[in-house]
């Protein structure tokens, strides 16, 4: 293990604190929400934790988590979908979140292992999966943390602010992962000096406009389910490239100064993008 591996193990606490902050929320949510539900909506209540299962099954099955991971995806899925029930359901954004960035972590593999910048074959653990969607599943979970001390709003605003937390993680993974291979200068965003590609706080064009399009794509995607307006979907998708940019900018100073680990940089990026987002709708209603 090098010296920088053992000083960011010493941050291992961070991971676990907030699986800890968010897993039992989730849980406990979904266990209420089955026991309230199942007497007089069986079929929705059966239709969530079928949905949840079956893409743990399908996360794992393609190896893109562990089991720890896929049966978070799973919990986190039946959580979404018991908040937005039928049709027009956050799931849809979720499977194309799934989507885009399984295939931007396969694409150029190759080369990113002679770089030894791959992801592990393993695919990501439970902590990865909770700092990149636990704000996106607190949003909709009433007495979470998140709503109750950090005064994220209900309704509507909350909606957007989960849309927003998956656009962010969208636009992370897909900057990163695309910008390693696709090329371009990667420069540090504090200093805009050029560094090795996946240094951290790096940014490259490429990489950048990558991670735009990915947040766009699931703010569109998420509007046109929620039938918000063209403004609330500016906010969406604002906030998704926001938490972009805050991602790298904690990632250049705190992560680099060896403060945070990365899943905390996951975490506090997709927080601020819900904040921002649902700070800037309910700016809008006054």
Known sequence: MTHLERNFAGLRWQSQGIVLLILPLAAVFASLETLVRWPIESLQTALALGLGLFFALLVWSLRAATAGAAATGGLFTACLYFWTPGLHTLLWPLLTLFLLTFAATRFGRGRKEQMGLA???????????????????????????????????????????????????????????????????????????????????????????????????????????????PVEIALCCGGGIFGLFFDSLIGATLERAQLLNNDAVNFLSTLASALVTAGGATLLTR
């Open 119 to 229: 992801e592990e074959k393993h695919g990501r653990n439970a902590a990865q999966v909770v700092a990149n969607l636990g704000i996106a599943v607190a949003a909709g979970i009433p007495l979470s943390t998140t709503k109750v001390l950090l005064g994220l709003p209900a309704g509507r605003f909350a909606l957007m602010a989960s849309i927003a937390a998956m656009a962010e993680a969208t636009a992370d993974t897909l900057s990163s992962e695309l910008g390693q291979v696709l090329g371009g200068t990667p420069r540090m965003l504090t200093t805009m000096r050029q560094v090795p590609a996946g240094t951290d706080g790096a940014i490259s064009l490429k990489g950048t406009l990558a991670g735009c399009a990915g947040a766009l794509v699931i703010a569109l995607l998420g509007g046109s389910i929620f039938q918000l307006t």
